[in-house]
């Protein structure tokens, strides 16, 4: 078998088909559609479709807020931590003593700098953490009603 390529030194032995030229008038209306707009960039729009911005999260990010009681529920995955934070953080916020207890048996620890009680989230452990965490916020948000005499919350999801 003969390769079918060719080189300029032979003649080519297939024979051309005549193609029609289209008419004038659908050339120029192809010829003056207009090109895709470009950004600042010199980019279409096709060019930007497969490019995605990354948003990062807030960290640490809010999962619950009892602004009756002051008590707020964290999770920062940058410390790969929970914590739980009563007020501001002030003095003047601080639980009670039976609080804080709840949260040392459950194995929270005072961060001063920060001002939270915060539990290390380990990876083999992290789906079970978050579950006793959320546990433990509504065991502390009830705790802080029944002290403050405050009507209890209703039934929590988790």
């Known amino acids: 078998m ?94 009670s003593q039976a609080v804080i207890d709840t949260m040392k048996r459950a194995g929270y620890r005072w961060n001063p700098s920060d001002r939270i009680w915060a539990h290390p989230v380990e990876p083999e452990s992290a789906m079970t953490t978050r579950i006793e965490a959320k546990r433990l916020y509504g065991d502390v948000c009830r705790m802080i009603r029944l002290e403050k005499s405050i009507e209890p919350q209703p039934d929590l999801p988790f």
């Open 2 to 95: 003969s390769p079918r390529k060719r080189t300029p030194d032979k003649e080519s032995t297939e024979t051309s088909t005549a193609t029609a030229e289209p008419p004038a008038s659908e050339a120029t209306a192809v010829a003056d559609a207009p090109a895709p707009e470009a950004d600042e960039n010199g980019q279409s729009f096709a060019d930007r479709v497969e490019q995605k911005k990354y948003v990062p999260a807030p960290d640490p990010f809010g999962l619950a807020v009892d602004k009756v009681a002051g008590v707020r529920l964290f999770e920062s995955k940058q410390d790969r931590q929970m914590a739980i934070k009563f007020g501001e953080g002030r003095y003047e916020d601080k639980p």
